[in-house]
C-alpha cells in the first residue's frame, strides 16, 4: 500500500508555519492545509465572542484534523500547519499515522518572534505571546528548526531531509528483546529507522519484516534481512547501531559491515561488550575511518521501549551526529534532562555499564540479605516483609530494585508464593565478574560488589549445598531487630557499594585518561537505569570530588549516623546462619577505609621475613626501603 507523507509544521504563533507549510507543499507537490480551517462552528463562535479555547474545545478539532490526516496517508500525502504546543495536541493529531508523519518543530526566541511580528504590522500582544510560549512543550523528537534563517534555506533543508526519507537516519542490527523495544523507542520518536536481523534457514526468517508488520510506528519498507539492501537504506553518514549478543557476534556483525561502511560513517555497539573490545574495536575502525561508540544500554526491556539511561563513549565526532537520536529515546531525570551524556573516549562507556552493573549485582544481594534477616531472623512471610519494603519505598532508601522486590513478593501461585516456588542458583552474564576483574587489575578494592557476585557462585553449587546443610547446619535463632535500625544498616551498606563503584570508575578514568564527569554520569543513572533509586539523586546532587563518595561532605553525614546500625546488624547476623556477606563486607570495608593504622604492617614483616620484599619505616621519609634479618 502507497503511505503519503504527512508533514506538520508545528510552532508557536508569529513563527512562520504557514509560509513554510505552503511552500513545502509546493516544492513537494503535496497539498497544504491550515489547522484553523477544521474549527467546528461551536470552536468559530466561542472565539468570535473573544473566549479562548480550553483543552475540551480542542479535542474535537484536532480529532477531526487527524481524520483528515489519516486519509490523506493512503491517497496523496499533506502538508499541515498547526501550533500543536502540547504533546498530548500532538497525540491526538498523530493518531494511526506511524511512519508516515514528519514532524517539523520551528522554533526561535522571544524576541526575535515578537520583533517579526511587530515588522509585518502583525501586532500581538506580548502577554498573548508570551502565553504561547509558556504553553509550548518542544518535543524531543521531529526535525528541528531555527528560524532565525530565511523562509528559503529552511524550505529547502526541510525539502532535503525529507526526500531523503525513504533513507533512514539510523539503522539497526539484532531484533532480540532489546533491539526490538530500542527499535520502537526509536521510530516513536519520529525517527526514519531501518531494522536488520540475520536470516537462519528454518529459524530465523522475516525476523524484521514479521516485526515492523506488528508494528504500528515501524516501516515494513525499511525491514531488512539481506545487509547489503539495508546498508544502502542508509542516509549518509551511514548509522548502525548494534543490538547483538557481546563478544564474537559483535566482531562478526562489525566484519561483515564493513565491506558496505565508507569513510565517516558510524557503527554504535550498544550492548554489554568488555570495555577493552570496545577500545580495540574503536581503534581498528578509526584505521578504515569508521567512527565507533560502544555505548552502555541500561533499562532492560521495558527501559528500551520507553527510555533507557544510555552511557556512550568513544568518537565524540559521532556523538554530535548521533546524539540528538540518542538522547531523543533516553529517559529523562527530575528536572526533564536526557538521562544520557556522552561519557569519553575509548571503552569508557562501556567500562561504565559495566560498573553499573557490579554496583546492581550489590544492591540485588544487599535486598535479599535484608530479606533473609525479615524471613529466617525475625519469622516474617514473604507478604510481611513486602508491606516493610513499600514503607521504606516512601523514604530515602527507596530504588527500582526495592520496588520491584515489594511486588515480586506478593505473588502468589495458587497458596503458595511464588518466590519459595523459584530454584536458589542465581545467573549472571559475566559483567559482574568483569567488574572484578577490572578492579583486580587497577588494584581497588571493591569487596561488597565481589561478594555479590561470589554469592551467585556459591549459589550454584545447590548439591553441594544441600549435601552440606545436612552436616553443619543448626536451627535457625530467631532474632529481635529494630525495623528503622535495618534500614539505617542496608542504606550504609548501599553508600558503601556505590562508593566502591565509584572510585573503581574514578580509578579507571585516571589510568585511561578518560576524564568522566561524574556529576553527568550520576545523573544519567537517576532514571531509566536499573540502579535508579533517591540515593543516586542525592549522589547526582553531592558534586564529588573525583568520584568520591564517602569523602563528600553531603554524603557522609548518613554514614557517620548510620555505621553503628550496621555494626550492630553485624554482631545479630553473627549469633544467625543467615550468610550476609554483601552487608558484612560493606562494614570491614569501611572499617578498613578509615582505620588510622592498617594491619599492613604485619603482612610487610611477613613478607619481608619469607621473601626479602622491604618495607618502608614509619620514623624514615617514604619511598625509603629496609629489610632485616628476622633471624639474626
Ligand atoms: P537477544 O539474545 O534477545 O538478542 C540478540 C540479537 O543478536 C538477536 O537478534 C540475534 O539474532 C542477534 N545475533 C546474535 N548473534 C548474531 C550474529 N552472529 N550475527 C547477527 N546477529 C546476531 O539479546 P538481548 O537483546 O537481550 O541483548 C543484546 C545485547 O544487549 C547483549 O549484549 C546484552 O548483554 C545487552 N543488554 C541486554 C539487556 C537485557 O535486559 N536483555 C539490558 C542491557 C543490555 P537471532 O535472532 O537471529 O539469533
Redesign the pocket.
Known sequence: MNIGKIIIVIGVSGVGKTTIAQNLGKQLGLPFIDADDFHPMQNIKKMESGSPLNDDDRKPWLEKINVALNEYKSTTGVVLACSALKESYRKLLGKDLGSAIHWVVLSGSFELIKNRMESRNHFMPSDLLKSQFDTWEEPDYGMKVDVSHSPEVIVDFVNEKINMKGKAEIGL???????KSLSRNIAGKGFAISVF??H?DGQ?VD?AKLFAAEHEEMNPELAFDDLSAFVESLAAPKTVFL????GA?VD??IEGLCEHLSDGDVIID???SHFKDTERRFHALKEKGIQFIGTG??G??EGALKGPSIMPGGSSQAFDSVGPILKAIAAKDSAGTDCCAFIGKGGSGHFVKMVHNGIEYAEMQLIAEVYAVLRYGMSKTPAEISAIFSDWMKTDVTSYLLEITADILQKKEGEKYLIDLILDKAGN?GTGSWTTIAACELGVAIPTMTAALFARYQSSQLDMRLKASEIYASANVDIAFDLGKLKAAYQMARIVNHHQGYDLIATASEHYGWDINYDDLSRIWTNGCIIRSRLMEAISKAKLEQGNILMNPKLNAEVLVSRGALNDLSAVLSKTNISAPCMLSALSYLNGYVEKRSLAHIIQAQRDYFGAHTYERVDAPRGEKFHTNWLS
Open positions: 542490527i539484532g531484533l532480540g528483546v532489546m533491539g536481523n540475520r537462519v530465523e525476523v543490538m547483538v549478543n557481546a557476534a562478526a556483525v550498544g550492548g554489554n544500554v541500561s532492560g526491556e552474564k
